[in-house]
């Protein structure tokens, strides 16, 4: 017996078709009797999640003569995405170039460079996913671009690279809330001018969070660099500005440069600042105006007026020992000093409390 079914649609009474994914898949061909044989075939299923459809398989038989109907139930359980990068007829993986605008619909991980931009005036969303490497730095590079402009890389999760992002020779491009962590470098940028740094977070990089070099008028906002190596370096980099940036806790230095030429900012927090100055502070200092190690609290007094906070009773300006560019700071006894106050501070501080005492 010979059972035969060719690519294409299988006819339904109603409905929408099903249509086999296995080019002309022949099964149990020169069977003698009484013989079996089983086969999977794959089909895509089109139609509502919980749609049920009677599949039908026709086998023609040497030795009865005639054709025997067999029929299998086929549940739609979900709808099926190819995972990468997708643009809606294409879907990038790591390894690829990415030549059109596309989003991300699941983590990759990959063990050289993932994503390499291949064109102007596009955007590449990770959309709140992840792409991993391996770890084993070499030249590899969560993403890259070389010689781009007008590109947007954002919402992306990056871990574990030689850069997370590396944009070189490379103008008026945007990279705009993503996390680059635990990398060799966070973000970097070679030779590339008026680019838009922005929201991003490069933290536990061996080396440095931001890295510009011969990288001039671009603008660096809002972004946190923390327990790095370096915070954020310049070199040979001019014009730039670096405005309301959290930079804390790096090994070495928080801002480094080997000349800060005519590059400034302002509302930045860091402690050690290698000569930065933010605009706004007075003649004969430097540093930024922001400044990382400030008081914790410590005693029921605290505890009470964290609560008094919580409850709407206070604002952040009328407590005690309010920080201007730290406004939650001084209350802030678990996670990040910049995070504002929960419940979980005031539960954490009264334990302490006890403990003490």
């Given amino acids: ?48 999640v919980g749609k049920t459809w009677e599949f039908f398989t026709i086998f023609n038989s040497s030795l009865a003569g005639s054709s025997q109907t067999g029929k299998v139930n086929i549940t739609i359980i979900g709808q099926y995405a190819h995972c990468g990068c997708d643009n809606g007829t294409y879907n990038y993986t790591c390894g690829e170039i990415v030549m059109k605008s596309c989003v991300m619909n699941c983590n990759l991980i990959y063990n050289s460079t993932c994503f390499t931009v291949g064109a102007n005036n596009i955007t590449i969303n990770g959309n709140g996913y992840s792409i991993t490497g391996d770890g084993n730095w070499g030249g590899d590079n969560g993403i890259y671009a070389n010689g781009r402009t007008n590109v947007i ?92 940036n959290f930079v804390c806790g790096n090994t070495n230095l928080d801002f480094n440069s080997n000349n800060w030429l005519s590059s400034n900012g302002d509302n930045n927090t860091c402690d050690k600042s290698d000569n930065w100055k933010d605009s706004s502070m007075p003649a004969g200092t430097i ?9 914790k609290a410590k005693d029921i007094f605290d505890v009470v007026e964290m609560l008094e906070y919580l409850s709407g009773q206070k604002n952040s300006t009328q407590l005690s020992n309010y920080n201007n560019y730290n406004k939650y700071g001084y209350y802030k006894f678990v996670g990040n000093n910049s ?11 009264i334990n302490k409390i006890v403990i003490d005492n």
């Fill in 1 to 48: 017996m010979t059972g035969e079914f060719g690519k294409g649609i299988i006819p339904m009474n109603n409905g929408t078709p099903f249509y086999t994914i296995n080019n002309n898949p022949q099964i149990c061909s020169n069977m003698l009797e009484n013989q079996t044989c089983n086969k999977t075939w794959q089909v895509n299923a089109t139609g509502a």
């Fill in 153 to 244: 890389i954002k919402n992306f999760n990056i871990y574990n690279f030689g850069h997370g992002i590396y944009v070189y020779s490379s103008n008026n491009n945007n990279i705009d809330n993503n996390t680059a962590n635990s990398n060799g470098r966070g973000i970097r940028l070679d030779y590339s001018s008026n680019n838009i740094i922005i929201n991003n977070t490069a933290n536990n990089n061996t080396y440095y969070g931001f890295y510009l070099d011969s990288s001039n008028n671009n603008t660096i906002t809002n972004n946190t660099a923390n327990s790095n190596d370096y915070g954020i370096y310049l070199s040979h980099s001019s014009n730039n500005k670096l405005n309301s």
């Fill in 287 to 295: 540093g930024c105006k922001g400044k990382c190690q400030i008081n």
């Fill in 339 to 349: 995070d504002d106050i929960n419940l979980s501070d005031a539960f954490a501080l």
